[in-house]
């Protein structure tokens, strides 16, 4: 009798265990669900990107790609994608001699956390206008997007749109090694479980011994695939630009976690020597936002994207290259911008 009502104890503990744990899981997802829809979690905010806006890409080499003519509001900011699965309103459909200016790049060239009208390609189109110059731009940045990448978007699909000039906005993260992935059903369905799994990843990577600066320099040196396949993108895209009489120009990206005492300078050398040597036009970025604050360039607490501020600096300091180019415009001059632009 006494061995019985051991086994039952045991049985009961045993399937109270069972329940419980996945109550507790469904409670904690709920709360998280709940909390998270201030949207002011950045990898919850990623991670709704990837679910609203992205598909998988019958191309292995692009891993995903935007949905088309869709729209989602992600960090509280509405981000809209065009028939051809890029940011912005319908492409025109015939041009009266105007440049087309297509700006390929990743999340930052998107406007991550950015209304679109204050993403680098709506302020460059603001700047030119005022200027008096009138151009089309494209917005063809795409979140998790690496040189190969964006490249082989354009060559594929973005081609059609017949750019007469194309900005490669060039970030650190561009010659990264980026396999596709589906991930699994937790992690595609769960914020709970993107939430450990980041955590987990960060813990790894602590425990290796891994920092920004070690592993930035490992990925640009010479032999390291990822700064090879970025080598061969930028190549092809020079090799089909000299086909179709389209100027090329890479605007170098900074990374924003530290602008006053920056560690990258020697990469942004790299690919202005890299950019000369393939017959692009170099613009290095970080000068237009040197010394600025994370609070005063971030897009939120715990999001290093660049805000609507930084986005404006950037163009400031490509716009000028733009009109020297396109439209003959000399350098140096002055810019004429609104005082209470911002």
Known sequence: MKNKFKFKFILFSFLSIIL???????????????KNMS????????????????????DPILGHEHKNSSSAVLQSVKIRTNELGIRGSEIPKSRTGQPIILFLGSSITLGWGVPEEETITGQTDRF???????????????????SERYVQLF????????P????????????????PTRGNWFLRNSQLAVILWNIYQQSAMAKKGVTVESHYKELYSPNHPGYKK??????????????????????????????????????????????????????????????????????????????????????????PLLEQKIFGRKLPFEKSIKPNAF
């Open 230 to 319: 970025m080598l061969t993108a930028l190549s092809q895209l020079r090799d089909y630009a000299k086909q179709k009489n389209i100027r090329l120009y890479l605007a170098m990206t900074p990374d924003v976690h530290n602008l006053s005492h920056y560690p990258f300078t020697f990469i942004h050398e790299q690919m202005r020597q890299v950019s000369t040597a393939l017959g692009y036009q170099f613009v290095d970025l970080y000068p237009a936002l040197k010394g600025l604050k994370p609070e005063e360039i971030w897009s939120m607490a715990g999001d290093p994207h660049p805000n609507a501020y930084g986005h404006k600096k950037m163009a400031e300091a490509v716009v």
């Open 20 to 34: 419980a744990v996945p109550f507790a899981l469904l409670v904690l997802e709920g709360a998280l669900r709940l």
């Open 39 to 58: 949207m002011k979690n950045y990898e919850i905010e990623m991670w709704r990107y990837a679910k609203e806006l992205k598909i998988q890409s019958s």
């Open 128 to 146: 030119l206008k005022e200027d008096g110059f009138d151009a089309i731009i494209l917005n063809g940045g795409i979140g998790n997007y690496n």
């Open 155 to 162: 060559l594929t699909k973005l081609n059609t749109v017949n």
């Open 164 to 179: 007469t000039d194309i900005v490669v906005h060039f970030f650190l993260r561009d010659a990264e090694v980026l396999e």
